[in-house]
């Protein structure tokens, strides 16, 4: 999939939270929740736990903005902080001994995997005949360039084509499928930036 882009800040915004305005902290809080949301939910796999991580991380992404100097864009920095946070989250979970994949996913994380999957073969189901075939047998049954090209008769450059245009696609449609599903906006948002706001 496509990686999610990373805006960068206008100037103005990101100087003046670093000096404490914080109208202009509040919004790089909304302009960038959904994503920070989605970065410690990837690490913790619950929505309570990634909020108090998100909330966690907002913090110290204050408390940190004087030292910021821009070598990264505001998006990719925050990002990092957040996941640190996720990460501080997991650590203090109780240990557990070793388990496996199937006995360290709880209902939540087997739903998630099954409506992703739902997702996926959507917008595979969208793909023109030609490229959803390659697709197919590229990504899916995992045959190589040649032995697809053999497969479908076709060239190898073709099954590149093929399959370089199935998978803008798929990550395009996939993207907006997840955003709509996935969203962390309106009522949650003004939550969590009230919450931030108000622990400045």
């Known amino acids: 999939m496509t990686a999610e882009p990373v805006h960068r800040e206008p100037d103005d915004l990101v100087e003046r939270a670093r ?11 909304r302009r960038h929740n959904q994503r920070l949301f989605r ?4 690490v913790l796999h619950a929505d309570s736990e990634a909020e108090d991580a998100l909330q966690q991380a907002w913090l110290d992404i204050y408390r940190a903005l004087p030292a910021f100097r821009g070598d990264a864009a505001f998006a990719t920095w925050a990002t990092r902080i957040t996941v640190h946070s996720a990460l ?5 979970r109780p240990e ?10 709880g209902p939540d994380v087997a739903l998630e ?9 959507t917008c595979l189901a969208q793909l023109p005949q030609g490229n959803r075939e390659v697709m197919v047998l590229r990504d899916v049954l995992e045959l190589d360039t040649a032995e697809t090209a053999a497969c479908l008769g076709i060239s190898e450059e ?4 093929r399959l370089h245009r199935a998978r803008g696609a798929v990550a395009t449609a996939f993207t907006a499928s997840y955003d709509a599903v996935y969203r962390f906006d309106g009522a949650r948002c ?10 400045l």
């Open 190 to 199: 003004d939550r969590i930036t009230a919450a931030v706001m108000r622990s």
């Open 158 to 161: 073709a099954v590149r084509v």
């Open 113 to 121: 995997r099954a409506e992703v999957g739902r997702l996926l073969e």
């Open 19 to 29: 000096t404490g305005d914080r109208e202009a902290f509040e919004q790089l809080v």
């Open 88 to 92: 501080r989250v997991v650590r203090k």
């Open 39 to 42: 970065a410690a939910r990837a």
């Open 96 to 105: 557990i001994a070793e388990v496996t994949d199937e006995e360290a996913s």
